[in-house]
């Protein structure tokens, strides 16, 4: 039997280190042929021609496009594609007044419709239900409303705002601004304006108000104006405004009123019925310097 192979020196050298790893303390003679013929090879590839090295791939010539952080990539992705809520429905005004209840202070929503120039649950309802405001699912619930103001300037540029409303309990609630309304779905400016004019002002107005009305669409502004409601208190409310200047013929000089029939054209009249509503609108001119 030969001689054990005596231990090669220097461990520093990486390829000596891997031969030492592979060593048996008694070796064959084919065992020695393996181990001469991998020592040849070794020190013999480093100077081998570039056509004998054995072929590497890079992953750039592999095109695979990996992200930088993949975890986060995909959080963001999967955040992306999450649905935007969807405003709140509520099938009737009870189920909107249980799942309000959770969600507001309990002495504020106590108070609709019972303190003065308040409305109650009923008219938010209506709200939902025609599309004017829609209400977002958060504690405190926030109110989004579309609002077209009208601004009624006359020959002598004064400027025709609402003094105060009547209500259907006989209160009254101060107001002090220009024509406004709600906004329908889908309803363009101009529609919104001339529908305004047209309930607020219909009563003392003969003509058709297409005819009449005269608006000056350079004047448009859009605005967005986040506060508690008046009408519902306690309940947060963002209010985009469409303001817009508007001449409107055969108006009174002096001071006046008009009265609306509010909801007259509702659907749901069991709810419109318990609701608190517009009866009459009280108007004055001012000086457009004084607002």
């Known amino acids: 039997m030969s001689p054990p192979l005596p231990p090669i020196r220097n461990p ?26 991998s020592i040849l090879f070794l020190f013999s590839s480093s100077s ?15 095109n695979f496009n990996f992200p930088q952080n993949p975890r986060r990539v995909f959080l963001k992705n999967s955040i ?18 249980n799942w309000l209840k959770s969600r507001l202070p309990s002495d504020s929503f106590a108070s609709w419709g019972i303190k003065p120039g308040t409305k109650n649950v009923h008219n938010l309802w209506l709200e939902i239900s ?9 504690i405190p619930p926030v109110r989004t409303v579309n609002v077209v103001s ?13 003094s105060k409303q009547e209500l259907s309990d006989g209160t009254h609630r101060e107001r002090n601004r220009p024509l406004s309304e709600k906004m329908k779905p889908d309803e363009s400016v101009e529609e919104a304006v001339l529908r305004a004019i047209s309930e607020e002002l219909g009563s003392i107005i003969d003509d058709d108000v ?29 209010y985009v405004l469409h303001t817009v200047d508007a001449f ?18 509702c659907s749901e009249l069991g709810a419109a019925d ?6 009459k609108h009280f108007w004055k001119w001012v000086e457009s310097d004084s607002f």
């Open 130 to 138: 025609e599309g004017e405001t829609s209400l977002l699912d958060s």
């Open 248 to 265: 409107v013929e055969g108006l009174p000089t002096e001071d006046f009123c008009t009265e609306e029939e509010e909801y007259s054209e």
């Open 274 to 279: 318990k609701a608190v509503n517009v009866r």
């Open 150 to 162: 009208v601004r009624i300037i006359d020959e002598n540029c004064r400027i025709l705002l609402e």
């Open 48 to 62: 081998a021609p570039s056509s004998l090295k054995p072929l590497s791939l890079s992953f750039n010539t592999l």
């Open 210 to 238: 297409s005819s009449i009305v005269k608006i000056n669409t350079g004047s448009y502004k859009k605005k967005v104006e986040e506060r508690v409601s008046l009408s519902y208190p306690g309940l947060p409310a963002c």
């Open 12 to 37: 520093n050298n990486p390829k000596i280190q891997l031969l030492n790893f592979h060593q048996k303390p008694n070796s064959s003679l084919p065992d020695l042929l393996f181990t001469a013929l």
């Open 80 to 97: 992306m594609s999450q649905p935007k809520p969807d405003p709140c429905s509520f099938s009737s005004p009870n189920s909107l007044s």
